[in-house]
């Protein structure tokens, strides 16, 4: 298993996905899944980044483990910030047009449907979420 511990910043989510990236390539993860791994980096460092630590910075762990029977990737973020579980939110109705639907929600619906499976805790003053891909 691989990890970085890096400020929680939104400058800090290319970072991330760099690191991440590095893991992937070396057992030649599908460009598709890939992407869809990004965009999850994206939305939950971002998320992080924006609400753990109210308006200061504080550090969040990105640790990457990589499967291989059946290949996959685990990346688990961990961070010190205010407790917060978004899979306790409510899925955005996709059926109304972008005017009409409500702000927020949609980064996470997007997570919970391309990844094989998210889970989150809330463990020794720790905000711990998990994603997995099946490559």
Request: net charge negative.
């Given at each position: 298993?691989?990890?970085?511990?890096?400020?929680?910043?939104?400058?800090?989510?290319?970072?991330?996905?760099?690191?991440?990236?590095?893991?992937?390539?070396?057992?030649?993860?599908?460009?598709?899944?890939?992407?869809?791994?990004?965009?999850?980096?994206?939305?939950?460092?971002?998320?992080?980044?924006?609400?753990?630590?109210?308006?200061?910075?504080?550090?969040?762990?990105?640790?990457?483990?990589?499967?291989?029977?059946?290949?996959?990737?685990?990346?688990?973020?961990?961070?010190?910030?205010?407790?917060?579980?978004?899979?306790?939110?409510?899925?955005?109705?996709?059926?109304?047009?972008?005017?009409k639907r409500e702000i927020g929600g949609l980064g996470i619906y997007i997570v919970k449907?391309?990844?094989?499976?998210?889970?989150?805790?809330?463990?020794?003053?720790?905000?711990?979420?998990?994603?997995k891909k099946n490559i």
């Amino acid at each position: 298993m691989k990890e970085l511990t890096i400020d929680a910043t939104v400058e800090n989510i290319e970072k991330v996905t760099e690191f991440v990236d590095q893991q992937l390539e070396k057992f030649g993860c599908p460009l598709r899944a890939q992407t869809q791994i990004n965009i999850a980096i994206d939305e939950l460092f971002g998320n992080i980044a924006h609400y753990a630590y109210g308006q200061g910075v504080g550090p969040a762990t990105v640790q990457v483990e990589v499967i291989e029977e059946p290949l996959s990737v685990v990346i688990t973020f961990i961070d010190h910030g205010v407790p917060y579980n978004p899979l306790d939110t409510d899925d955005p109705d996709i059926s109304l047009s972008a005017e009409k639907r409500e702000i927020g929600g949609l980064g996470i619906y997007i997570v919970k449907k391309s990844m094989d499976s998210i889970h989150y805790e809330y463990h020794n003053g720790r905000n711990i979420l998990t994603i997995k891909k099946n490559i």
